[in-house]
């Protein structure tokens, strides 16, 4: 039996909302890289700094405010090649982290419109989010905590005890997301075994 119009048009739905995440995935990873490396100052990071009352204009100088200020930028154009190309490998890992996630998602929805959710293949799908959260997770908090270290090391920063803006609490959210991915592929396993067993008897 064909798709029914209906079914098709949601197909394309999803194709077509997987496209739009891929793109804003794209779109943001170019916009951070431009941030952090596009500045003639050198590169920009961004660090935590003791509490400081400043006062700050907003609305292009048209009123000020006081304000507390917990984070500031930094800007280095003697970083080391380590700490760059670690930085470099934290943005390509977020984007392509992004894409994984994006492009299995749809599968899914795809698997799941046409009513082939328990399927072996679903299982394998779930696996690699958990797989691609934990090692672009693991490879995010790596580059950015060595690229950070060199950009403070630049500065004259290394001996003082300055905490990373995104740490590890950062990406716990991440992790947690890839164990709980990895519990779902369980819970599909053991529905695909179900499933094979009940075959037939109805």
Not at 11 to 18: E, K, L, R
Not at 59 to 86: F, L, P, W
Not at 171 to 188: E, Q, T
Request: aromatic content about 8%; overall charge negative; hydrophobic content about 50%.
């Amino acid at each position: 039996m064909g798709e029914t119009k209906s079914e098709k048009q949601d197909a394309v739905t999803v194709v077509g909302v997987g496209v739009l995440a891929a793109l804003f995935t794209l779109y943001w990873g170019v916009m951070r890289a431009w941030r952090t490396f596009g500045s003639p100052d050198g590169i920009a990071w961004n660090i935590t700094v003791d509490e400081t009352p400043v006062n700050v204009t907003v609305g292009s100088d048209t009123g000020s405010v006081d304000v507390i200020m917990r984070e500031g930028i930094v800007y280095s154009d003697q970083v080391n090649a380590v700490s760059v190309t670690m930085i470099a490998v934290s943005i390509a890992a977020s984007v392509l982290t992004a894409l994984v996630v994006i492009a299995c998602i749809v599968y899914l929805a795809h698997c799941a419109l046409r009513g082939h959710l328990f399927r072996t293949g679903t299982i394998q799908v779930w696996n690699v989010i958990a797989g691609a959260l934990i090692g672009g997770g693991a490879l995010m908090l790596f580059g950015d905590t060595l690229g950070g270290n060199g950009v403070l090391a630049a500065v004259g920063l290394g001996d003082a005890e300055v905490s990373p803006s995104v740490g590890f609490q950062g990406y716990a959210p991440m992790f947690a997301v890839a164990i709980a991915c990895g519990l779902v592929s369980i819970a599909f396993r053991r529905g695909v075994r179900l499933q094979k067993e009940t075959e037939g008897l109805v």
